[in-house]
């Protein structure tokens, strides 16, 4: 039992880094085209992912049966985990409680955002040159981007930290010394992959969006 248990969290732990943390990198830089470089730059990054060798296989294996192996048993390690906050204020203790609280925000809001875009584009209602128009829709509604702003900032907590806790647990950085400057480096990187995600949603509000979802809108209201 125990043995299987210490293999369950080793597992949760690898996939939270690879391959859902490549993941995650490589949708921060893609939604970041759309701030840098405007609704051209974000439709060429998209279009280079779908046209991919064997996507569907890709994001198959490389995310959606990691995702929901790692947020399922995410849930249940928060449901059963103790805190010792209240005993022990430690800035590590407070960091374990913060994973898990984060680890639950990010389940639920990545599971409501692939509703919003893959789902949607599944299913025909979006295809893959409108998702930064529909990005635009979502977005400029006030309350939707205070849930986007929090569950951005909810990923990069939970997987900058993990990504600390990955490489003590698994033994790569052995010592208090090395644990310090692997903390500064993953602060330095929450605090970038932040930026980068909160700018990406300032861009999806830009006027370039703006205007194209107002053509969309039009285009459909005539064909309606």
Known sequence: MKRGYFYSRKLHSLLGIIPLGFFILEHMITNYAAYDGGKAAFQD??????????????????????????????????????????????????AFMMQRITGVITFIFVTW????????????????????????????????????????????????????????????????????????????????MSVLFILSLIGFRSQEFEAAAAAVQQVQSVIG
């Open 45 to 94: 990054s998209v279009k280079f992912l779908n046209e991919l060798p064997l996507i569907f296989f890709l994001e198959l294996f490389g995310i959606w049966l990691p995702l929901l192996y790692h947020g399922v048993y995410g849930l249940y390690i928060a449901y059963t985990s103790r805190n010792n906050v209240g005993n022990y204020n430690y800035g590590r203790n407070i």
């Open 113 to 192: 955002h692939l509703y919003q875009t893959r789902f949607q584009i599944a299913i025909g209602e979006v295809s893959h040159e409108e998702l930064g128009t529909h990005m635009n829709d979502i977005v400029t509604q006030p309350l939707m981007f205070v849930v986007y702003i929090i569950g951005v900032l909810a990923a990069s907590y939970h997987f900058t930290n993990g990504l600390w806790a990955f490489l003590v647990s698994w033994g790569i950085t052995v010592g208090p010394r090395a644990q310090k400057v692997s903390s500064m480096i993953c602060t330095g990187l929450f605090v970038l």
